[in-house]
């Protein structure tokens, strides 16, 4: 793996070029890392994955705790790992235990043995010893270590608990030196900016290749967030790639940017499909009339609403990926209304490719040292129709 940073913007708002073996050219950041279920886009089947946009669209999050079932570590060790045994030899993987869908940290069963998850086969304790060895037989580009990842409600003194563990799982799981690709650092702190600052010192004198930040999306408010991720990135190494996960709102992703962060997570665009929301806010700044479109927040629309039964237009025009090229709101209105599971491939295509195109406006918006400009007009666009709307309420 090698990673450079080619541009800054605003101050810690920065344009880098990831490089991984196995895709076919450098992923430019900030960049998505896709959600997956056991390696594979939660709809998108693998003989479409072509019709996403390229290099962009071959990072991919897995959660090595989705294959506690299933086959056992031993047999994908004798497969050849994840891109063997899922055939995408030209993807990169990157391995957090945490997914936000169906692997979630459940802070009061963790001890200073492992951390708990709710899984897909109940609540397991994986300790160091045991992660690893997940690693080892998936042999995934990336992969972070394991975190006792903490929501913002907890006391003080649970909240130092678990940065003690993180840097001693941490330690461990170096020493296991495991199969695995390069090991980004897990850190950790909850609402804390004093925990959050000594995670982060401790991690950064460790010899990693970049760092996951953890404990995101677990309570905090908008407002909380810029201290706490502020905290982390001036401590951390500047040419070393940062990657966080829990935050997914494009508003979310921005406030990330802001503060040097170069890969997230792609949860958001799950729910989002999951929920039959397509998203259609314009990626070139210029203001969406949404007069037509009942349900819209100018962010996204809601396909199962009856106005759009008849509609034969896209879900945005002059959009270029596979589902507005070939298929109609009306038609997906219709699949989504008979629970056809074409509907959700055919949005999770279309929102995929929608939020690539928003990270690709991001990144110009840095490389052009406009990204404070970009991003006070989409969150101000954001917040007057919020406002407008709550006014046409109370009328």
């Given at each position: 793996m090698k990673f450079a940073v080619k541009a800054w913007s605003s101050g810690k708002a920065r344009a880098g070029v990831l490089q991984l073996g196995s895709c076919p050219g450098p992923i430019e950041t900030p960049s998505l890392l896709l959600s997956t279920r056991k390696g594979l886009p939660h709809f998108i089947p693998p003989d479409l994955l072509y019709s996403l946009p390229s290099p962009d669209s071959h990072l991919f999050h897995v959660s090595s705790l989705h294959f506690l079932e299933g086959l056992s570590p031993q047999t994908i060790s004798k497969i050849g790992g994840l891109h063997q045994m899922l055939g995408l030899p030209e993807h990169g993987f990157v391995c957090i235990p945490r997914d936000s869908i169906q692997c979630l940290p459940e802070c009061n069963?963790?001890?200073?043995?492992?951390?708990?998850?709710?899984?897909?086969?109940?609540?397991?304790?994986?300790?160091?010893?045991?992660?690893?060895?997940l690693i080892s037989s998936l042999r995934p580009n990336i992969w972070t270590t394991l975190a006792d990842e903490v929501p913002t409600w907890v006391s003080e003194k649970r909240n130092k608990t678990s940065v003690d563990r993180t840097i001693r799982w941490l330690d461990e799981c170096i020493a296991l030196n495991p199969a695995g690709g390069p090991v980004f650092g897990s850190i950790v702190g909850g609402c804390s900016v004093k925990e959050r600052e000594r995670c982060a010192q401790e991690v950064a004198r460790r010899n990693l290749s970049g760092y996951w930040i953890g404990g995101f999306g677990l309570g905090e408010s908008m407002d909380e967030r810029p201290a706490l991720l502020n905290a982390v990135t001036d401590i951390l190494?500047?040419?070393?790639?940062?990657?966080?996960?829990?935050?997914?709102?494009?508003?979310?992703?921005?406030?990330?940017?802001?503060?040097?962060?170069?890969?997230?997570?792609?949860?958001?665009?799950?729910?989002?499909?999951?929920?039959?929301?397509?998203?259609?806010?314009?990626?070139?700044?210029?203001?969406?009339?949404?007069?037509?479109?009942?349900?819209?927040?100018?962010?996204?629309?809601?396909?199962?609403?009856t106005v759009y039964r008849k509609d034969i237009s896209p879900i945005v025009e002059n959009c270029n990926?596979?589902?507005?090229?070939?298929?109609t709101k009306a038609y997906i209105n219709h699949l989504l209304n008979v629970h056809e599971m074409l509907a959700q491939t055919l949005l999770e295509i279309h929102n995929t490719h929608h939020y690539i195109g928003f990270f690709r406006s991001v990144r110009e918006a840095i490389k052009?040292?406009?990204?404070?400009?970009?991003?006070?007009?989409?969150?101000?666009?954001?917040?007057?129709?919020?406002?407008?709307?709550?006014?046409?309420?109370?009328?």
């Open positions: 069963s963790s001890n200073k043995f492992g951390a708990s998850f709710e899984t897909p086969c109940g609540r397991r304790l994986i300790k160091p010893v045991e992660y690893v060895e190494q500047e040419e070393k790639p940062r990657l966080i996960t829990g935050l997914g709102l494009p508003e979310e992703i921005l406030q990330g940017v802001a503060a040097g962060i170069d890969v997230f997570d792609s949860t958001y665009l799950c729910h989002l499909t999951l929920g039959g929301f397509a998203l259609t806010f314009p990626l070139d700044g210029v203001e969406m009339n949404t007069s037509d479109n009942i349900g819209s927040d100018q962010t996204k629309i809601n396909l199962r609403a990926c596979y589902t507005c090229k070939n298929h052009s040292g406009n990204f404070e400009q970009f991003r006070q007009k989409f969150v101000e666009g954001r917040c007057y129709h919020v406002a407008a709307e709550a006014a046409a309420a109370c009328m």
